[in-house]
């Protein structure tokens, strides 16, 4: 398998378990998380789907030869700047692993876009709060 086919792989199971819109060759479009994914022919299956006229599916498998297009509907989370504000309160000691959806911080604390996940003591409580603050900064600011 190529580095352009790995990396193609590792996109579109970074949108697993995440809602995305699947539009179809004859047009039809379907919201729902996405909660598999069959590589070799790009077909889909959504849990707790709508499709186009706002009926509610509990579970909806498309095959890879009708999906036209399947796009994110949230943001993805930006684990890259995160790593960044990272860096500034533990220099040389943070690891990036975009692909795989983590970072690494002292080799002993895990971070993903929920926050710490492996890891404990004052460093990884350390860690926890960098997490929130930069959460919080990127909630919109409230005009009242």
Request: charged share 25%; with cysteine.
């Amino acid at each position: 398998m190529s580095t352009t086919q790995r990396r193609y792989l590792r996109e579109v199971a970074a949108l697993l378990d995440k809602v995305v819109t699947v539009v179809t060759i004859d047009g039809k479009e379907f919201t729902g998380l996405l909660v598999g994914v069959k590589p070799e022919n790009l077909s889909v299956c959504l849990s707790g789907a709508i499709d186009e006229s706002g009926k509610s599916l509990h579970r909806v498998v498309l095959n890879g030869n009708v999906v036209a297009k399947v796009s994110a509907v949230e943001k993805p989370f930006d684990l890259k700047a995160l790593s960044q504000r990272l860096e500034k309160v533990f220099p040389t000691m943070v690891r990036l692993y975009e692909g795989q959806g983590f970072i690494w911080v002292m080799e002993k604390i895990k971070v993903t876009e929920k926050g710490v996940v492996e890891g404990r003591g004052p460093a990884a409580e350390r860690v926890q709060s960098v997490y929130t603050q930069f959460l919080k900064e990127l909630e919109p600011k409230s005009t009242t």
